[in-house]
């Protein structure tokens, strides 16, 4: 059974920093996508950043040049490194793995930005 597991949410004050971890278990995502999407209150999901696994990745316009997606193949992780965080990047943060069906889904992990 693949499971992914998110860590590393909270609350912290505007222009703080976080740092998100997503580990996948069940099978490997060496050769697959990995990526982070985020759902705030009454809004859809949306792409954060996204991993590839030749190492490229692409971002959402507005965390470019604030957060910073990685991942480690050997502990088949992907994390999400989140500087100069701004009330507007509040929201529930969803690890995704794969790249074609069937893809997989974290449980999602709560970010709070607030003085």
């Known amino acids: 059974q693949v499971q992914l597991v998110e860590s590393g949410g909270g609350l912290v004050q505007p222009g703080g920093s976080l740092r998100l971890s997503c580990a996948a278990s069940?099978?490997?995502?060496?050769?697959?996508?990995m990526g982070w999407y985020r759902q705030a209150p009454g809004k859809q999901r949306a792409l954060v950043a996204r991993?590839?696994?030749?190492?490229?990745?692409n971002y959402a316009d507005s965390v470019k040049g604030r957060f910073t997606i990685s991942r480690d193949k050997n502990k088949n992780t992907v994390y999400l490194q989140m500087n100069s965080l701004k009330p507007e990047d509040t929201a529930v943060y969803y690890c995704?793995?794969?790249?074609?069906?069937?893809?997989?889904w974290g449980q999602g992990t709560q970010v709070t930005v607030s003085s």
């Open positions: 995704h793995a794969g790249t074609i069906p069937p893809t997989y």
């Open positions: 069940g099978r490997s995502f060496s050769t697959s996508a």
């Open positions: 991993i590839f696994s030749s190492g490229s990745t």
